[in-house]
């Protein structure tokens, strides 16, 4: 019978309810023998896999036991090899080290007595240059000197000069102020016995004024 004429069947006898919950009896029927039949393989591939780990680690200890002897030698052998070659090699770079030494010394010694005799030739250079400059500039020096010293000579004269151009005009001035404090000293005398002449003027009309008062009011009296 094929599967939709037996699902037909179903429906008939069943109904459609029935149908739908007899599919979700066998759904749930197959996921727990699916997950039954998950656990038994699960089980049976980690005892599987627990006793190939067994049987591995007794090969593994075996055969490092089998070879633990022969590792041990040649380790030793390996240790011995490299300490005399570490010792060659030791006592080759001490050879080199010293070679290089003497030979940095030889150079150093060169090179130091290269460069003192390198200062000494730029020492008496600069030494030469250096007194060179000093008789150059001692020559510069006392003709500026001389030059300054025409200059002071110069400068002095015609200070001198226009000094005694002031005392000149200072003495032009002073006799005009003398000439000008005399004309001004006469106006003065004059002035004075003018204004002397007008205060006589004055006094005397007053005092004739005052009399003449006196004068009226002693005959009004009367």
């Keep these: 019978m094929s599967r939709l004429a037996a699902l037909n069947t ?3 006898k069943l109904g459609e309810d029935g149908v739908n919950a007899l599919f979700e009896v066998f759904e749930e029927e197959r996921e727990r023998i699916r997950d039954y039949l998950f656990r038994i393989l699960e ?5 599987r896999l627990a006793e190939e780990i067994g049987k591995l680690r007794s090969e593994m200890y075996k055969l490092f036991a089998q070879h633990s002897t022969e590792v041990d030698e040649k380790i030793e052998n390996l240790r011995s090899e490299m300490t005399d070659k ?3 090699l030791r006592s080759e770079m001490t050879e080199k080290i010293e070679n290089l030494r003497s030979e940095m010394t030889e150079k150093i010694e060169g090179l130091r007595t290269e460069m003192t005799e390198k200062i000494e030739g730029l020492r008496t250079e600069m030494t030469e240059k250096i007194e060179n400059l000093r008789s150059e500039m001692t020559g510069q020096i006392e003709g500026l000197r001389s030059e300054m010293h025409d200059e002071i000579g110069k400068l002095r004269a015609e200070v001198h000069q226009e000094i005694a151009k002031v005392w000149d005009e200072i003495g032009k001035l002073r006799a005009e102020m003398t000439e000008k404090i005399e004309k001004l000293r006469s106006e003065m005398h004059s002035m004075k016995a003018d204004i002397i002449k007008w205060m006589f003027v004055f ?3 007053q005092t004739l004024v005052i009399i003449g008062v006196i004068f009226a ?4 009296l009367k």
């Design 10 to 12: 179903l429906k008939e």
């Design 43 to 47: 089980e049976r591939f980690v005892r």
């Design 86 to 88: 570490i010792e060659n």
């Design 203 to 205: 006094w005397v009309s």
């Design 217 to 220: 009011l002693m005959r009004f």
